[in-house]
Nanobody, 118 residues
């Protein structure tokens, strides 16, 4: 069974930056898609950004131009550089891993809190 551990969350002021990291361990699986998802209180979980083992990236509309995802599939790691943060970016951010290029995540981290103050 794979385990994903996120780090890098915290409290920053609007306009600031944060970098999230996630590393997967355990199992003999091979990952083909790594991504970040977030869930704000009372809201559904939404996709923030995904990167495939082939290098393709997808971003949610609300973060395009501000967030950058990068992945290291040999290390089973994924990173999210978040710039120009806004109060509406406040959420718990989860790392998700899929075993197919376009599939939904089958492994999840426990989440890291990101809070943006105005």
């Amino acid at each position: 069974q794979a385990q994903l551990v996120e780090s890098g969350g915290g409290l920053v002021q609007a306009g600031g930056s944060l970098r999230l990291s996630c590393v997967a361990s355990g199992g003999t699986f091979r990952l083909h898609n790594l991504g970040w998802y977030r869930q704000a209180p009372g809201m559904q979980r939404e996709m923030v950004a995904r990167v495939s083992s082939g290098g393709s990236t997808n971003y949610g509309d609300s973060v395009k131009g501000r967030f950058t995802i990068s992945g290291d599939f040999l290390k089973k790691a994924v990173y999210l550089q978040m710039n120009s943060l806004k109060p509406e970016d406040t959420a718990v951010y989860y790392c998700g891993a899929a075993v197919t290029v376009s599939g939904a995540p089958v492994y999840w981290g426990r989440g890291t809190q990101v809070t943006i103050s105005s």
